[in-house]
């Protein structure tokens, strides 16, 4: 699936491709400012945060190239781009703000990276109905902030908030770190609007619910760009939360803390933020607190009406100290707020040579202590491996996220070791019967285990995309759909 990458970068010798026409007539569509074929904007557009694109980037190499970067404005300006497109055959990759984290922004083919930074407008705020409708290259801090300064909440805060767009939030079916209260992005589309590859515009309806058939525009949500590209979302949101309460409390296991955290929820008690830190991470991330020393820390936050949290933080104490759970206040929250859009230390890792990733996965209850010991041996066991730590997070009546972050220095090939890496932990994830992502996605990485984790489905998820797509256009190569054609020569 790989070979065919790695360019070496040289900007100043990526020769601008001369399209003559046809780039004229993407010029005629976006306006000559909205296209490029120049080194830098191919560069800028031409990978994500998979770890593999940053070895390849301080090797000198590029993953792969755009031949051109396209700025749309408008929905209609993405109708006709994709429709020429279309009609020349030409690979097309939606771009947001590259923040992916499995290579999904990569123009596997080349062709245009469209990049959606210039459709960042708010289209409407509903007071009434607590919605608002958005283009989706608005970045992710710039929304929340448009919606603080009238008096609202968009109750969606992913690490990567600052450094990512809404549009991408829905393509990659994400998840915030207040994801208990709010949900997941899923359960805040209320609809879309979307292109498809041949130019065609559907529109979902901006009601509460409906129940007339399957909801294609929330088909869009998770698709990565691979059936087409989200012109405008239209989500709930919440008025500010008038109070927040911080809590945390330590255990000395992270089985005791769970049982914790199940019973919790299962009684229909919903913080915004449900944080449990394996022994490594509490240590690595809470070394000031005292109480949290060789045990497992919790942290959790309240938000919302001032009475209905009260009673949920009662509760949460009640059932912290019957599984042995110890108070340990609000500073280790207070701490986590302020630190928690730091991801430094992974750049630095990797310039002292480390190759750092992070794996995220989703597990029922009955599985969640055991598939954590289950990924962190077999993580561990992979020769050049110095860390595997986890924490769990976004926890439902059902179930909860487990997320890992690894770190190797391996002895020989990075790449072999990621690919060895990787399978370790797919595999282990896969036999105890967890989901192999619970908010990354699948980008061009993951593709590689789609086929063990959805069985017929993926034959079916095929037949969509061929259905809309059939001459795939749209992000080639991602989604562990299948290579498509390549721009003509
Ligand atoms: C430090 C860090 C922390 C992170 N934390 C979280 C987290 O807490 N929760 C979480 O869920 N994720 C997290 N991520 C992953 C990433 O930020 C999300 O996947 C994010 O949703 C991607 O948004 P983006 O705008 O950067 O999209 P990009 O990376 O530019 O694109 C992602 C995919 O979406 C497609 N796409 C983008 N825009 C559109 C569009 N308008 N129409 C159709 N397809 C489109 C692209 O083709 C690509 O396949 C994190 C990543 C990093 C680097």
Redesign the pocket.
């Known amino acids: 699936m790989l070979e065919h990458l790695g360019r070496t970068i040289q900007e100043e010798r990526l020769p601008a491709p001369d399209y003559g026409a046809l780039a004229e007539k993407f010029r005629s569509i976006v306006g000559s400012e909205g296209v490029s074929a120049g080194g830098a904007d191919r560069l800028a557009t031409c990978r994500?945060?998979w770890p593999m694109g940053t070895l390849w980037f301080l090797e000198g190499k590029a993953p792969a190239l755009p031949d051109l970067v396209v700025w749309p404005r408008s929905s209609s300006e993405v109708a006709a781009v994709l429709k020429l497109a279309a009609e020349n055959n030409i690979p097309v990759?939606?771009?947001?703000?590259?923040?992916?984290?499995l290579g999904?922004?990569v123009p596997l083919q080349g062709g245009i990276a469209?990049d959606?930074k210039r459709?960042n407008r708010v289209l409407k705020l509903d007071r009434d109905n607590l919605m608002v409708t958005v283009e989706?290259?608005l970045n992710?801090s710039r929304y929340e902030e448009y919606l603080n300064r009238h008096g609202y909440t968009g109750g969606h805060?992913?690490?990567?908030?600052r450094?990512?767009?809404?549009?991408?939030?829905?393509?990659?079916?994400?998840?915030?770190?207040f994801s208990t209260r709010y949900g997941?992005?899923e359960d805040m589309v209320v609809s879309l609007e979307?292109v498809l590859p041949d130019g065609k515009v559907i529109r979902g309806r901006k009601l509460p619910r409906t129940s007339t058939g399957p909801r294609v525009d929330h088909l869009?949500i998770g698709?990565?760009?691979?059936?087409?590209?989200?012109?405008a979302i239209t989500l709930r949101i919440w008025p500010y939360p008038e109070k927040r309460i911080y809590c945390s409390y330590t255990f000395e296991t992270i089985e005791r803390a769970l049982e914790a955290i199940r019973r919790l929820v299962q009684a229909g008690a919903r913080p915004a933020v449900v944080r449990l830190y394996d022994p490594a991470e509490t240590a690595h991330h809470f070394p000031d607190c005292e109480a949290a020393a060789g045990r497992v820390i919790l942290v959790l936050l309240f938000e919302g009406d001032a009475g209905i949290i009260a009673a949920e933080e009662q509760l949460a104490a009640k059932l912290a100290r019957e599984e042995g759970g110890l108070a340990a206040g609000p500073e280790p929250v207070e701490h986590w707020l302020e630190t928690r859009f730091n991801?430094g230390l992974?750049s630095k890792l990797f310039r002292q040579g480390a190759v750092v990733d992070?794996i995220?996965v989703s597990t029922n209850w009955t599985n969640a202590a055991p598939l954590y010991h289950a990924m962190q041996k077999a993580i561990l066991a992979v020769e050049g491996t110095a860390l595997a730590s986890g924490h769990y997070s976004h926890v439902y009546p059902e179930g909860a996220a487990l997320y890992l972050t690894l770190v190797g220095f391996p002895a020989g090939d990075k790449r072999e070791y990621y690919r060895r890496l990787w399978g370790a932990a797919m595999e282990s994830c896969l036999s105890l019967g967890g989901a192999i992502s619970h908010?990354?996605?699948v980008?061009l990485h993951r593709g590689l285990w789609m086929a063990q984790e959805h069985g017929k489905a993926l034959e079916a998820l095929r037949m969509i995309k061929e259905a809309l797509d059939p001459q795939g256009i749209m992000?080639p190569g991602?989604l562990g759909l299948g290579e498509v054609k390549k721009w003509p020569e």
């Not at 698709?223 to 012109?231: F, Q, R």
């Open positions: 994500d945060y990759t939606p771009y947001g703000e590259g923040s992916g984290a999904g922004a469209l959606m459709m989706p290259g992710g805060f992913p690490q990567s908030l450094c990512s767009t809404v549009g991408g939030w829905v393509a990659c079916r994400a998840a915030g770190t997941k992005i979307a869009f698709s990565e760009g691979t059936l087409g590209v989200i012109t991801v992974a992070t995220e908010h990354h996605g980008g992000n991602k």
